[in-house]
């Protein structure tokens, strides 16, 4: 009948008295820490580290469909993640704001979650920054290397200045792993993060 209550069977709630002798297999187990090869996007973009050559970049923007001379972020990010065969985010874009744009929102963690410490944000996912107002399409992106927890965490993104250096962070021509911060009052901010998955 529809809709008709069924009841639950009784909760068996005798005690268990012999012991368990099987030994537990923890050869299974996921490790706390995965191994660098658990990020095929970040080892990746870690072997392109430096100035790549113009070829290198040219490349990337061929990828999505961009002549050269564009900013390169973006299209390097995307020619990595389809390189390391993820699930999701899949785009091949030259901007770096379609992450966000283009992804489920079911993948975005709002960087002021991350500064109250409300979230973690896992190693893999990627760091995607604004420039300008809030209605600016114009941004940066990279993966982070290192579980993210407060105002400033690790990643690598390319077209980026080396670290320590007095270069632009979002225009610099090469590709460097370095520390950023969440900042909402800058000009130029890291505003989300989005996951990604294998």
Not at 2 to 19: C, F, L, N, Q, S
Not at 26 to 39: H, K, L, M, R
Not at 50 to 73: H, K, M, Q
Request: overall charge neutral; aromatic content about 8%; hydrophobic content about 40%.
């Amino acid at each position: 009948m529809v809709g008709a209550k069924r009841e639950r069977p009784p909760i068996d709630t005798t005690p268990i008295t012999t012991p368990i002798t099987t030994p537990i297999d923890t050869s299974a187990a996921i490790p706390v820490d995965p191994p660098e090869d658990f990020y095929p996007h970040i080892t990746i973009a870690r072997s392109h580290i430096g100035i790549p050559s113009a070829d290198t970049i040219n490349s990337w923007l061929r990828f999505v469909g961009l002549p050269p001379g564009n900013p390169f972020c973006a299209a390097a990010l995307s020619a990595w993640l389809h390189q390391a065969g993820v699930e999701e985010p899949l785009l091949k874009t030259g901007l770096a704001r379609n992450y966000i744009f283009q992804t489920p929102s079911s993948l975005h963690i709002s960087a002021g979650r991350v500064l109250a410490g409300v979230v973690v944000v896992p190693k893999g996912s990627l760091a995607v920054f604004q420039r300008g107002n809030e209605s600016s399409i114009f941004g940066h992106i990279g993966p982070i290397t290192k579980d993210w927890s407060g105002p400033r965490g690790m990643y690598i993104s390319a077209n980026t200045s080396a670290p320590g250096g007095s270069g632009s962070e979002h225009a610099g021509g090469g590709v460097w792993e370095k520390e950023a911060g969440i900042n909402p009052s800058s000009a130029f901010r890291i505003t989300d993060f989005v996951l990604v998955n294998y």
